[in-house]
């Protein structure tokens, strides 16, 4: 059974860092593609990064330059860390894993969420 466990969310003021982690288990995590989504109230979920199996990450142009997205295949883990947070970036992150860029039908397995809250 595939289970992303994340970590690391919480409330920060603007232009503040975060980092958040998720941890697989019950999947060959090297071979994974993994990302991040996020859902804000009263917006689409929006697809954040993804890293590839080979370490390959795409990044929404809205974080492109900000956010930076890791992974450590050794611990079934990986990281999203985002730098100079905005209001408009509170919202709940969730964890994915699948093939490819993470799109759906590609997305095999998602988080429960972590919340990340940046006060205007």
């Known amino acids: 059974q595939v289970q992303l466990v994340e970590s690391g969310g919480g409330s920060v003021q603007p232009g503040e860092s975060l980092t958040l982690s998720c941890v697989a288990s019950g999947i060959i995590f090297s071979i994974y593609s993994m990302g991040w989504y996020r859902h804000a109230p009263g917006k689409q979920r929006e697809l954040v990064a993804t890293?590839?199996?080979?370490?390959?990450?795409n990044y929404a142009d809205a974080v492109k330059g900000r956010f930076t997205i890791s992974r450590d295949n050794h611990k079934n883990t990986v990281y999203l860390q985002m730098n100079s947070l905005k209001h408009d970036e509170t919202a709940v992150y969730y964890c994915?894993?699948?093939?490819?860029?993470?799109?759906?039908?590609?997305?095999?397995?998602w988080g429960q969420g972590t919340q990340l809250t940046v006060p205007a």
């Open positions: 890293i590839g199996s080979f370490h390959t990450p």
């Open positions: 994915v894993a699948g093939s490819g860029l993470l799109r759906p039908p590609a997305i095999a397995s």
